[in-house]
């Protein structure tokens, strides 16, 4: 068994959600206990930032799956995560267009859950186990 | 779980594309408020302009329209001079930043609904020596002036409400340019301009200037700091220049005039987007003195916007309630009182521009329309005056500023078509008595 890591632009991609949509939820914590407008304008920027990275890490995810025999579980939770956390942060981004405090609480309730399941994402890209060992 | 997310996307889209919001018929003085709505995206229809070709705006039986200029440079209100010349303000002002995403999306989307001409940034005079009904002179009255847009004349001197000042021009009977530039009366407020617009009307006994400052933003989405000196009606002593608050909590106060027996002050204000088709129904009402009328945090009196943080229960339980309601985003940004020479169905009330709605699935305004009053109050329902502004899925023309000719005519702006019309009662009304006397129609 060879371990292989995941193809390295794969792997900056997938880094960078964490720090971007982690920013999205710090900056809408911010927003939320200070109604300061200007964390609001950040959360909507790092969010769109995320879903750039996002977006296209579940691009690397998706030609894995298809090009990787046998397709192993793991993997295949890998991209539904990536794809979930895609699908969630555009609502969020959609969510954080509304005007002001009518964002909330739907911008908060998403940023956490869009960033937890980046640090899962990311988690399991790194790992040993993940898709990018060859059999 | 991916099918529930999958049903609620599509959701999502079909309430943003999703056709009919049904009029509310939101008019007078207890209009029907549903509860706000969220949207995920909000209801858009921008119109999509075309030519006139040879189509012209529908007036009632009785009265006709005529083009008396075109090409203009975005021609917002228009001042009739006491020989009868016309100044016609052009420009396109705002310069706030686009901060967040949606700034730079929505700003694309609804420019497809307007010129692609760039603002004068002038006056232009129209002058119909004879008095035929043909205005043969079309020339530049002023330039080099910042997004004009309100004007009023006080004895000698031309008030013009630019973006960023008050400015005067000395004037005098027949006048087509002054000899020297404008001077500077106050500055206005122009930090960011979300809503740019400055209306301008000058009292009846001629000592102060009122001049209407919109929010800097449709909720406070850029901040409650943004707000200083926003969403309001300032007084300014004509001679001195010195301002204060006439009143507050007024969103976008996009046209002001002076009731011509009362001498109260009337402004028609464009309320808040984004909860709804048939939320919030913009206004016409009477400027009360030190009166606060929600904005932001409350509409149509004491209605809670929640969209606002911090809020202030102070300030929403001393809200006033507007006098009249046209409609929800009908975006009314003409105001004129009539006169007897217009008719007698149209003798007493004021017409009301309305461009038209971005906001909501079934457009709205996109005419001007007429609110009949009793007792200096007004009463019933709008009646259409000049209508056929949208056709076909088009949009040909977006009615701006309106103003009643005292020798029978109402001149309307149009600002995507670059016109400006002139409806006129086809037999002229000889006097007051003569109004009165007419037949109904």
């Known amino acids: 068994m060879v371990y292989r890591p995941i193809n390295s632009l794969h792997a900056v991609l997938l880094a960078g959600t964490v720090p971007l949509f982690l920013g999205v939820l710090l900056a809408d914590l911010a927003y939320s206990s200070t109604y300061e407008i200007q964390w609001k304008n950040f959360a909507s920027w790092l969010l769109v930032g995320g879903l750039v990275f996002a977006g296209l890490t579940l691009l690397f995810a998706v030609i894995d799956l298809v090009r990787i025999t046998p397709r192993t579980g793991r993997l295949i939770i890998y991209t539904v995560i990536l794809l979930v956390l895609w699908v969630l942060g555009f609502i969020n981004a959609l969510v954080h267009a509304s005007d002001a405090w009518a964002s909330m609480p739907s911008a908060l309730i998403l940023a956490w859950i869009v960033a937890l399941m980046a640090i899962a994402a990311t988690w399991m890209g790194f790992s040993r186990a993940h898709a990018g060992v060859r059999e | 779980m991916k099918r529930l997310i999958c049903a609620f996307v599509f959701c999502a889209f079909m309430a943003a594309c999703g056709g009919r919001d049904p009029d509310a018929a939101q008019y007078g003085s207890a209009p029907p408020l549903p509860e706000p709505q969220k949207q995920l995206f909000p209801t858009m229809k921008i119109a999509e302009p075309a030519a006139w070709g040879g189509r012209k705006p529908v007036v009632p039986a009785g009265y006709s329209i005529t083009a008396i200029a075109t090409d203009l440079a975005i021609p917002r209100q228009t001042l009739i001079l006491p020989n009868g010349d016309i100044l016609v303000a052009e420009g396109r002002g705002g310069n706030a930043p686009k901060l967040t995403p949606k700034d730079v999306i929505a700003a694309r989307i609804k420019a497809k609904g307007t010129s692609p001409v760039k603002g004068g940034n002038r006056l232009t005079l129209l002058r119909d020596a004879d008095g035929d009904g043909t205005y043969e002179v079309k020339s530049t009255f002023a330039e080099d002036l910042n997004a004009p847009y309100g004007l009023a004349l006080i004895g000698s001197q031309l008030f013009v409400a630019n973006q960023d000042a008050l400015v005067r021009f000395e004037y005098q009977e027949g006048l087509t340019r002054p000899s020297s530039a404008p001077v500077k009366v106050t500055d206005l407020p122009s930090a960011l301009n979300h809503h740019w617009t400055k209306?301008?009307?000058?009292?009846?006994?001629?000592?102060?200037?009122?001049?209407?400052?919109?929010?800097?933003?449709?909720?406070?989405?850029?901040?409650?700091?943004?707000?200083?000196?926003?969403?309001?009606?300032?007084?300014?002593?004509?001679?001195?220049?010195?301002?204060?608050?006439?009143?507050?909590?007024?969103?976008?106060?996009?046209?002001?005039?002076?009731?011509?027996?009362?001498?109260?002050?009337?402004?028609?204000?464009?309320?808040?987007?984004?909860?709804?088709?048939?939320?919030?129904?913009?206004?016409?009402?009477?400027?009360?003195?030190?009166?606060?009328?929600?904005?932001?945090?409350?509409?149509?009196?004491?209605?809670?916007?929640?969209?606002?943080?911090?809020?202030?229960?102070?300030?929403?339980?001393?809200?006033?309630?507007?006098?009249?309601?046209?409609?929800?985003?009908?975006?009314?940004?003409?105001?004129?009182?009539?006169?007897?020479?217009?008719?007698?169905?149209?003798?007493?009330?004021?017409?009301?521009?309305?461009?038209?709605?971005?906001?909501?699935?079934d457009p709205s305004g996109y005419k001007v329309v007429f609110v009949t009053f009793q007792n200096g109050r007004p009463v019933g329902e709008p009646i259409d005056f000049v209508t056929g502004f949208q056709a076909d899925g088009k949009t040909f023309g977006r009615p701006v500023g309106v103003t009643v000719d005292p020798r029978g005519a109402l001149i309307v702006a149009d600002d995507l078509s670059n016109t400006i019309w002139r409806v006129t009662p086809v037999e002229a009304v000889a006097s007051p008595d003569a109004a009165t006397a007419a037949p109904p129609q």
């Open chain 2, 199 to 361: 209306a301008l009307t000058a009292s009846a006994d001629g000592r102060f200037l009122y001049v209407g400052i919109g929010s800097n933003s449709n909720i406070t989405e850029r901040g409650m700091t943004a707000e200083v000196d926003r969403a309001m009606v300032w007084q300014i002593d004509a001679q001195t220049g010195a301002h204060k608050p006439y009143a507050t909590g007024l969103r976008n106060p996009t046209a002001l005039t002076i009731h011509p027996v009362t001498g109260q002050l009337w402004a028609v204000v464009n309320e808040r987007d984004e909860i709804g088709p048939n939320l919030v129904p913009d206004y016409l009402t009477s400027v009360q003195e030190g009166g606060f009328y929600g904005w932001p945090y409350s509409y149509w009196g004491k209605n809670v916007d929640t969209r606002v943080k911090p809020e202030d229960p102070q300030k929403v339980a001393s809200a006033l309630q507007p006098d009249y309601a046209l409609g929800s985003h009908v975006a009314a940004l003409g105001v004129a009182f009539s006169q007897p020479s217009m008719g007698a169905r149209f003798a007493e009330g004021v017409f009301v521009g309305e461009h038209g709605s971005w906001n909501r699935g």
